[in-house]
């Protein structure tokens, strides 16, 4: 069994959609990150996020520590948006991180 | 500019030649690590430090060794590499554990015929 699950593991969406991916954990964490890998390979840090909820841009990132669910948001999506987003929460027992399998997005034009 | 950096970006080796990737800071970050990405397994915990002189083991540890002698340097090292080995290799580095933002180097193809 996944400890960390992310839906959908692909997504097509045109110019502008609301986009949403979700990430269920089974785990008690610490803080949770989300990830953005462009199709060149290289990782950022979009969010690292303990409670509630942040924003950068047209990013929004949401968690629900109870309910072991965080949930990323794209608003006025575009295709420079295009890349694998995973989410990667911390253990609150130890030091490790532990990884989704990532969500494939794919912006059209 | 701030930024990990990692050494080398492409490899081609063969089974059993020891072979060391470099990483290094420039941030002063505490917390460093080290993970691997495969296809259809996503990204995974190899090894990880806490602090100078402190490491420890992550979800997937077999076949390497790591060690931080300096704050700034965390390199991966495999003694006897084999084909399973074949993989991306990210470094990455944060002020700490959690609740800080992780930055990763560019990434380390490697290729174990």
């Known amino acids: 069994k996944n400890e960390v699950e992310q839906s959908p593991q692909n997504l097509t969406a045109q110019e502008g959609e609301f986009i949403t991916i979700n990430c269920s954990y089974s785990v008690g964490i610490s803080a949770l990150h989300w990830l953005q890998q462009h199709p060149g390979g290289g990782i950022v840090s979009l969010f690292m996020?303990?409670?509630g909820k942040k924003k950068h841009g047209r990013l929004i990132a949401t968690i629900n520590i109870q309910e072991k669910h965080s949930s990323l948001h794209i608003t006025a999506s575009h295709p420079r948006d295009s890349a694998v987003y995973i989410c990667a929460p911390w253990g609150v027992r130890d030091d490790k991180i532990i990884f989704g399998k990532g969500t494939r997005l794919h912006i059209l034009p | 500019e701030a930024q990990v950096t990692q050494n080398p970006r492409y490899l081609i080796t063969v089974t059993g030649k020891k072979l060391t990737v470099t990483c290094s800071q420039n941030m002063n970050h505490e917390y460093m690590s080290w993970y691997r990405q495969d296809p259809g397994l996503g990204l995974r915990q190899i090894y990880y430090s806490m602090n100078v002189e402190v490491t420890d083991k992550g979800d997937v540890p077999e076949g390497y060794k790591v060690s931080r002698k300096e704050k700034r340097n965390f390199p991966l090292i495999l003694e006897s590499p084999s084909p399973n080995q074949t993989s991306l290799y990210f470094c990455?580095?944060?002020?700490?554990?959690?609740?800080?933002?992780?930055?990763f180097g560019p990434g380390t193809r490697l290729t174990v015929t």
């Open positions: 996020l303990s409670s």
């Open positions: 990455a580095s944060s002020p700490a554990r959690g609740l800080h933002e992780q930055y």
